[in-house]
């Protein structure tokens, strides 16, 4: 398996100056216009144990139900939306979540803060929430590619409480499937990229991480389940509708 672990990775890395943000930005190139960069101390632990209990207690966290291939089934996590006003609904799964507004949760407002400190270019107006009880609860593998995000969606991921494990993995290419030159061997296509075809971001409390791109278009992403992960995670998804 082609698997690159973030750690080992051969991303662009540079020192922050902004002492909150502690350490490391790592730059992941995937190609052909998809970025993840990954800033693994992004919040102190002080502020992230101070925003990981406000949320766990304060969030009016629900376990809807939802549609996969045409069957009912409880998400396995739970969830929240927050957006700002008078924009178009989010819709997924079949679900359309109630949005709440970024006055009714003050303290979402500072870390939506500290995310656009991190990134000055980007913008960001609504916020999934993911509460992740313990190892059994996950996230499939999916695209955030919504209509409402645009082509090319940037999502900042915000972690809080047990490390998990955060893979990305490319979508099948129409080009490997449709234009396939003739007489080529499979070995010698499958080399002319040095872009790995999978990831794994190791998301430990206080971290960032962030899509941009046309990731959301030419890559799906996952949190799937780990027996071992007993306890609590809570993640925080910043999005621009449009
Ligand atoms: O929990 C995570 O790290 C990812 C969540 C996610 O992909 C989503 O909410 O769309
Ligand atoms: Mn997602």
Redesign the pocket.
Known sequence: MNLKLATTATGSQSTNPNPNEGGKRQTVDLGNGSEVVFITRFLSLEDSWKWFDYLNKEIPWIRPTIRVFGRSCLQP?DTCYVASAGLPELSYSGYQPHAYSWDDFPPLKDILEAVHKAFPGSSFNSL?L?R?KGGNDY?GW?A?DEKLYGSTPE?A?V?FGCD?E?LLKKKPSKMSQDKRVEGEPPSKRSKKSNHSDQHLFT?KHGSL?LMRGYTQRDWV???PKRAKAEAT?I?L?FRLVL
Do not use: E, K
Request: avoid cysteine; charged fraction near 20%; aromatic fraction near 10%.
């Open positions: 996590r999934l993911n992740y996230v999916h955030d999502i991921s972690s998990r955060f998301l991480l992403h996952s949190v995670r993640n998804t």
